[in-house]
């Protein structure tokens, strides 16, 4: 649960707060890459509808603040080096 | 006491003119029968340097509630008017209003809602609207339509509040009906109401704030309970602006008014400018020995609900007079009536009299008559018909 007070109607009076504030919660199943079969496309950074895909040095990271779990960067890589797994909370 | 002008309006009139004492910053306005008087009167004022303002021509009530919320949003002091269709059309942005906690204030002609196309008074519009999360207001005379809009600008605007208010005045019967009024001066109503100073954030180009904002599952819940506690804390506010302003002014409101009700074994309740003629028809019952008396709803949200306990609780009979219906129940204040009593040990019994839709005449022989058939419900000692409607042509009948 969520530990950001809530503010009289709704009103976020703080600038560039849509940061601070993480949608990623109604997600049912989670992505994970396998490090040593990525082969670095960046299909799956390319294809995330919301940005939810990084970038590192030797691979890809998930940003599960955001991913909503729709399973399209699984589909999308080349070498299933994504798999889709059930989120346990 | 404060001196005031006597003048004999119009009910639009009277909402315009204490609107315009309010010293409204922007009016954001499309006109429908039968509130239409209101934005012209408030169009001539600002034209004639009575009232600096912004009146905002939208395309229609859609567009006048958004209008009215943006610019509320930036703290600007707002009122609008509309009735009937045009209400159910706003019905989208209502509840943005009442979540954003921004206090606009709203004169509605009360008129029914097609189908069939009708432009005469109902409580429909406004009743549909209970939900919305707005404070709603119901006018009996026009005196009360110009009191009740400075006095819902000051509760609305109350730091403890910060929700909108509707102002009812019924149809025709009210809003185009000529009554002499007191108009408290400028001065006084100056006094009376500060300027608004939303204690939340404006939307100010210099300093960003996010208004109506993703409410996702985890806070949405905690949202809507935080508006629906305040707006049910209005209660002592409410009774407290309304004792301030008696004071003040000199004329007494309350959420339910009691007309000799103390001693009464069978109470009326009603709402609007059908509540005179109630008035009038349990003083020719109490002149034939009849004990009855009349709880008239100034305030149906919040629904004062503590105050029908205290009024009605000892009573034998209780008959609530809906000019609305909800259909596959009956009346939204006999609902709201039954759902008072439902977890006390003892209450009157009750039932709901339909009454007055699309503008039908109301008269004191229908009071008679209510009173009568709770009579006979209460010395039978049952209620065959919860739901009665009164006044009906038979002949007409399919
Ligand atoms: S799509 Fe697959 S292989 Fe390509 S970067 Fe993403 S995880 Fe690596
Ligand atoms: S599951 Fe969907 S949202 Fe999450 S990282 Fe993959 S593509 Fe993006």
Avoid at chain 2, 95 to 111: C, E
């Amino acid at each position: 649960m969520s530990k950001v007070k809530i503010t009289l109607g709704g009103i976020n009076e703080d600038e560039g707060s849509s940061k601070e504030y993480k949608t990623g919660s109604w997600r049912t199943m989670k992505p994970e890459v396998d490090i040593e079969k990525c082969i670095q496309c960046f299909k799956c950074f390319d294809y995330c509808p919301d940005a939810a895909v990084h970038k590192t040095e030797d691979a890809i990271e998930f940003d599960l603040d955001y991913c909503k779990g729709c399973g399209i960067c699984e589909k999308e890589c080349p070498v299933d080096a994504i798999v889709m797994v059930k989120e346990e909370k | 006491m404060a001196e005031q002008e006597s003048r004999t309006v119009k009910g639009n009139m009277a909402t315009a003119l204490g609107a315009k004492l309010c010293r409204p910053n922007v009016i954001p306005a499309y006109p429908i029968t039968p509130s239409t008087l209101f934005p012209e009167r408030i169009s001539e004022y600002i034209a004639d340097g009575e009232l600096d303002a912004s009146m905002v021509r939208v395309e229609s009530e859609h567009s006048a509630m958004s209008a009215c919320i943006g610019a509320s949003a930036s703290g600007a002091r707002v009122c609008t008017a509309s009735a009937s269709q045009g209400v159910a059309l706003m019905h989208e942005m209502l509840f943005i209003a009442s979540g954003m906690r921004l206090p606009i204030v709203m004169a509605v002609g009360n008129r029914a809602l097609s189908a069939p196309i009708n432009i005469w008074a109902d409580h429909q519009d406004t009743v549909s609207s209970r939900d919305a999360g707005w404070m709603q207001f119901y006018s009996e005379k026009n005196q009360e339509g110009l009191d009740l809009m400075i006095m819902a600008f000051r509760i609305a605007e109350d730091e403890r509040v910060l929700l909108p208010a509707m102002v009812g005045i019924d149809a025709f019967v009210l809003t185009h009906t000529i009554e002499g009024v007191d108009v408290p001066a400028q001065e006084d109503v100056d006094d009376f109401l500060p300027p608004y100073d939303p204690p939340h954030g404006k939307l100010d180009v210099d300093d960003p704030a996010t208004f109506g904002s993703f409410g996702t599952p985890e806070y949405y819940q905690e949202l809507k309970h935080d508006q629906t506690v305040a707006l049910e804390e209005t209660d002592e506010v409410i009774d407290e602006i309304f004792d301030e302003f008696e004071e003040r002014f000199g004329r007494e409101y309350n959420r339910l008014n009691n007309y000799k009700c103390d001693d009464a074994d069978i109470i009326l309740m009603t709402m609007g400018s059908m509540s005179g003629t109630a008035r009038a028809a349990v003083d020719e019952l109490r002149e034939e020995g009849e004990k009855v008396g009349l709880a008239k709803l100034t305030v149906f949200r919040p629904f004062p609900g503590d105050l029908l306990k205290e009024i009605a609780g000892d009573a034998d009979g209780l008959a609530v007079v809906d000019r609305n219906i909800s259909p596959g129940f009956g009346g939204a204040a006999f609902a709201e009536a039954a759902g008072t009593f439902i977890n006390e040990n003892k209450n009157p019994l009750m039932k709901n009299f339909i009454i007055g839709l699309g503008g039908r005449e109301i008269f004191k022989e229908n009071f008679k008559e209510m009173y009568h058939k709770t009579k006979e419900a209460v010395e039978a000692g049952e209620v065959k018909e919860p739901v009665e409607w009164i006044n009906m042509n038979e002949e007409i009948m399919r």
